[in-house]
């Protein structure tokens, strides 16, 4: 069975860092492009960031320089380091696992998706 599972979510304070974890089974991760959604209560879902077959990765504005994407396949498994948290950061992160190799945050691009981990960033 072809699955995708996040993990890695919690409640942290503001300025505080998170790092998710995104693990697939059934499938090698490494062969496809990878990317981390969220979204917040009331609002839309939104690319945050993705990272390329060949380790190229790419950030929406507001998570560079805070979020770092990765991936270790041997562990069939892709990260997202988040730091310096804010409050605004919350929402349910879903991890989304390509049909192909591009850079993208277009949802329809992606085949595989997670159920999601709850980040709640407040004080």
């Known amino acids: 069975q072809l699955q995708v599972v996040e993990s890695g979510g919690g409640l942290v304070q503001p300025g505080g860092s998170l790092r998710l974890s995104c693990a697939a089974s059934?499938?090698?991760?490494?062969?496809?492009?990878v990317a981390w959604f969220r979204q917040a209560p009331g609002k839309e879902r939104q690319g945050v960031s993705c990272?390329?077959?060949?380790?190229?990765?790419y950030y929406a504005d507001s998570m560079k320089g805070r979020f770092t994407i990765s991936r270790d396949n041997a562990k069939n498994t892709v990260y997202l380091q988040m730091n310096s948290l804010k409050p605004e950061d919350t929402g349910v992160y879903y991890c989304?696992?390509?049909?192909?190799?591009?850079?993208?945050?277009?949802?329809?691009?992606?085949?595989?998706w997670g159920q999601g981990t709850q980040v709640t960033v407040s004080s």
């Open positions: 989304a696992v390509q049909k192909g190799d591009l850079l993208t945050f277009r949802i329809n691009e992606y085949r595989y």
């Open positions: 059934g499938f090698t991760l490494a062969y496809y492009a």
């Open positions: 990272i390329s077959l060949n380790g190229i990765t």
